[in-house]
């Protein structure tokens, strides 16, 4: 059986045909982004343009799109950004929803986490986001992107910070801007050190090296905490779980196998199960 609904910012499938002893229902996220070209002004092949669009802060030189470089953008930043949150996670269903029986034995499925980004022109796509984008002069190395504003540079790896002991953090800047579209805050968003009215501020990026390596800090590692808009969905889907809950539907970044009631009586994590 497959089951959904459509959101304001993505929309969600739960797919229970897919389960047997091995495999788990399937949850997919579908978030689609219009894409808009800005170009210079008066169709001029260069110009500026202002750090996150906003009048007051530095311009930055910029160059027109041609088809050539639109379309190789656009299809490199979908393939890349669903490949990075795509499959991460398996959610562990702590409730007796979805069960179903194969050669007599039942199975309880946990939750694998599948993510699916359609991008298109904005003109050309029912989109759930609108993301300007500016193609940046080759000259530039730096431009001020926010999650509906993003440079042609963005798709690439660069430095965004140090570690404790002086060696760079790492990040592409769309995977991090992914996270923000699908509900995720700055990894230090709610603790001390990251003002409440300013969570652009540097500090909520993590002032801890664990923090800051975070896909949501200035890194590109995947934590559990991520999983939050595929458990988010699920408490939907199923009306089952508790929003401050650490153990309904609870993330791991491993396969866990469907369970057993035995298995689920002692609590068990099925992360191997042998062919039978």
Same mark, same amino acid.
């Given at each position: 059986?497959?089951?959904?609904?459509?959101?304001?910012?993505?929309?969600?499938?739960?797919?229970?045909?897919?389960?047997?002893?091995?495999?788990?229902?399937?949850?997919?996220?579908?978030?689609?982004?219009?894409?808009?070209?800005?170009?210079?002004?008066?169709?001029?092949?260069?110009?500026?343009?202002?750090?996150?669009?906003?009048?007051?802060?530095?311009?930055?030189?910029?160059?027109?799109?041609?088809?050539?470089?639109?379309?190789?953008?656009?299809?490199?930043?979908?393939?890349?950004?669903?490949?990075?949150?795509?499959?991460?996670?398996?959610?562990?269903?702590?409730?007796?929803?979805?069960?179903?029986?194969?050669?007599?034995?039942?199975?309880?499925?946990?939750?694998?986490?599948?993510?699916?980004?359609?991008?298109?022109?904005?003109?050309?796509?029912?989109?759930?986001?609108?993301?300007?984008?500016?193609?940046?002069?080759?000259?530039?190395?730096?431009?001020?992107?926010?999650?509906?504003?993003?440079?042609?540079?963005?798709?690439?790896?660069?430095?965004?910070?140090?570690?404790?002991?002086?060696?760079?953090?790492?990040?592409?800047?769309?995977?991090?801007?992914?996270?923000?579209?699908?509900?995720?805050?700055?990894?230090?968003?709610?603790?001390?050190?990251?003002?409440?009215?300013?969570?652009? $501020?540097?500090?909520?990026?993590?002032?801890?090296?664990?923090?800051?390596?975070?896909?949501?800090?200035?890194?590109?590692?995947?934590?559990?905490?991520?999983?939050?808009?595929?458990?988010? $969905?699920?408490?939907?889907?199923?009306?089952?779980? $508790?929003?401050?809950?650490?153990?309904?539907?609870?993330?791991?970044?491993?396969?866990?196998?469907?369970?057993?009631?035995?298995?689920?009586?002692?609590?068990?994590?099925?992360?191997?199960?042998?062919?039978?």
């Amino acid at each position: 059986m497959k089951t959904g609904m459509s959101l304001n910012t993505y929309d969600i499938e739960l797919d229970t045909d897919v389960c047997d002893p091995y495999n788990n229902a399937e949850m997919t996220i579908t978030l689609t982004v219009g894409f808009k070209q800005i170009n210079p002004a008066g169709g001029a092949a260069k110009g500026t343009y202002h750090d996150y669009g906003d009048p007051t802060e530095p311009s930055r030189k910029i160059t027109k799109w041609t088809v050539g470089s639109w379309e190789l953008w656009k299809r490199n930043f979908v393939t890349s950004a669903q490949k990075f949150w795509h499959g991460k996670f398996w959610l562990v269903n702590n409730f007796p929803e979805y069960e179903y029986e194969v050669k007599g034995v039942r199975y309880r499925p946990n939750i694998w986490c599948r993510f699916k980004l359609v991008g298109g022109d904005i003109d050309k796509v029912v989109a759930n986001h609108t993301i300007d984008v500016v193609h940046l002069d080759p000259t530039e190395t730096w431009f001020g992107s926010h999650s509906t504003l993003y440079d042609s540079k963005d798709t690439n790896l660069v430095q965004k910070g140090t570690n404790s002991g002086g060696k760079p953090i790492m990040q592409r800047a769309h995977v991090h801007e992914i996270g923000h579209l699908l509900g995720m805050d700055h990894v230090d968003v709610g603790k001390p050190n990251c003002p409440p009215l300013n969570t652009n $501020a540097a500090a909520c990026y993590g002032i801890v090296d664990v923090d800051k390596v975070s896909v949501m800090g200035e890194g590109m590692q995947i934590r559990a905490e991520n999983a939050m808009p595929w458990r988010k $969905a699920i408490r939907q889907l199923s009306g089952k779980g $508790a929003v401050t809950s650490q153990t309904d539907w609870a993330a791991k970044l491993v396969r866990h196998y469907p369970r057993t009631p035995p298995e689920v009586l002692s609590n068990s994590a099925i992360t191997v199960r042998p062919k039978r």
